[in-house]
C-alpha cells in the first residue's frame, strides 16, 4: 500500500462521517477504473478519522472531488448505511485526518483488516441512478440528525425521477403495499384509516411542509411537537419508498441483495464443459473428467491480498 500511495505526486482525501464499519488498515479498491484507498484508522499506535483518497491534481480539483462524492453514494448504499465525505485536503503527498476531526466518525465502530469486503458493488453509469443515490446517501446523513430536511432528501430520491407528479404518485401507488419495514407499514394504515390519500398526504403534508413556509400554509413547525412527531412518522415511511425505489426499479443491488442472488459460477463458465455446467446448475455432481483441471493450478486469494497459488 505504501508503494501505491508513492506512486504518483497529487492527491485528495476526504475526511468521512460513516455509518458502516470502517476497516482498521488501508484497503484499496479500484472502482470504474479509478482507485480509491479506504484509510484505515488504525496506523501504529496513531488512531485516524475514517477517509478516503484518490489521486488528482488540483487543476481538476472538482472533477476528482465529484468521482470522490460518486463512491461514496455507492459505497454506503452497497454496504447498507452512507459515507458521506466532510472534510477534503489536497497535497502532493497523501495525507491523514486525526481522530478529532470536524464530523468525521464512523458510527457503528469498525472492521478488521481481513473482513471489510465490497466485492461486486455496481459500476452507476445511469445519470438519474447516479442523482437517485446521492439524495439517499442526504438522506442517510440527516436521519436521525434532522428529520424535516432527511425527509425531504429522501423524497427527491422519487421526485428526481420523473417530470410531473402523475409519475411519482404512480410510484407511491406501485410500492406502498409492498414496504416490509414495520413502522411504515403501521404509519400506512394509520393514514389510511384516518381517510387519508398516503401518497397526497407525503406530497402535502410531507414534501411541501417541510420545503415551504409561506404565511398561513402548511408547514412544519419546529416549536411545535405535534408536527416533530408527525414528520418523524412519515420520515420512516418516505425512507422505505425510496429505498424500495432505488432497490426494485433502478435496480441497485446492496451487498445482502447481490450474495443472495450472484451466480458464483458466472467467473467460471468459459472453463467448464457445457454438460458439466448444467448439472452444477441442477445442483448434482458432474463427472469430474469433463471440468478438465487435473493437472491445472489454481490461484487463491483472501481479498486484499495479493493472490497466493497452491496446487
Known amino acids: 500500500m505504501d508503494q501505491k500511495l508513492r506512486s504518483q505526486m497529487g492527491w485528495f482525501t476526504g475526511a468521512v462521517a460513516s455509518s458502516i464499519p470502517w476497516p482498521a488498515k488501508d484497503v484499496w479498491i479500484q472502482y470504474a477504473g479509478d482507485d480509491f484507498i479506504l ?17 488528482g491534481v488540483l487543476q481538476r480539483r472538482d472533477e476528482c472531488l465529484s468521482k470522490l462524492y460518486r463512491f461514496t453514494s455507492v459505497l454506503g448504499w452497497f454496504r447498507d448505511g452512507f459515507v458521506d465525505v466532510v ?11 486525526g481522530v478529532g476531526t470536524r464530523l468525521a466518525h464512523s458510527s457503528v465502530g469498525q472492521f478488521g483488516r481481513k473482513s471489510f469486503d465490497c ?5 452507476i453509469e445511469d445519470e438519474n441512478v447516479r442523482i437517485a443515490l446521492a439524495f439517499w446517501r442526504e438522506g442517510e446523513r440527516l436521519s436521525g440528525v434532522h428529520d424535516s430536511y ?28 409492498y414496504l ?16 387519508e390519500d398516503v401518497g397526497r398526504h407525503l406530497y402535502d403534508s410531507g414534501r411541501n411542509a417541510v420545503a415551504h413556509a409561506s ?18 412518522a412519515d420520515l ?43 448439472t452444477l446448475k441442477a445442483g448434482g455432481t ?15 486469494r483472501l481479498w486484499p491480498d495479493a493472490c497466493g497459488c497452491g496446487p
Open 39 to 55: 484509510r484505515g484508522t488504525e496506523n501504529g499506535e496513531q488512531r485516524l478519522a475514517p477517509a478516503i483518497t484518490t489521486p
Open 87 to 97: 472534510d477534503i485536503t489536497h497535497g502532493s503527498r497523501a495525507t491523514v485526518f
Open 119 to 123: 466485492s461486486h458493488m455496481p459500476i
Open 150 to 177: 432527511a425527509f425531504l432528501s429522501y423524497f427527491k430520491v422519487i421526485e428526481s425521477q420523473y417530470q410531473d407528479g402523475r409519475g411519482r404518485a404512480d410510484c407511491f401507488t406501485r410500492n406502498l403495499d
Open 180 to 195: 416490509p419495514e414495520e413502522r411504515a407499514v403501521a404509519r400506512i394504515a394509520e393514514l389510511r384509516a384516518a381517510g
Open 215 to 232: 404565511f398561513g400554509g402548511d408547514i412544519v413547525d419546529p416549536d411545535i411537537p405535534f408536527d416533530r412527531r408527525r414528520i418523524a
Open 236 to 278: 420512516v415511511l418516505m425512507r422505505e419508498l425510496a429505498r424500495r425505489y432505488i432497490a426494485h426499479e433502478l435496480n441497485v443491488p446492496t451487498a445482502r441483495s447481490l450474495y443472495a442472488s450472484r451466480n458464483r459460477l458466472e467467473p467460471w463458465e468459459p472453463l467448464i464443459d457445457p454438460k458439466a455446467l448444467a
Open 286 to 300: 458432474p463427472d469430474l473428467a469433463l471440468l478438465e483441471l487435473e493437472g491445472l493450478r489454481v490461484g487463491l
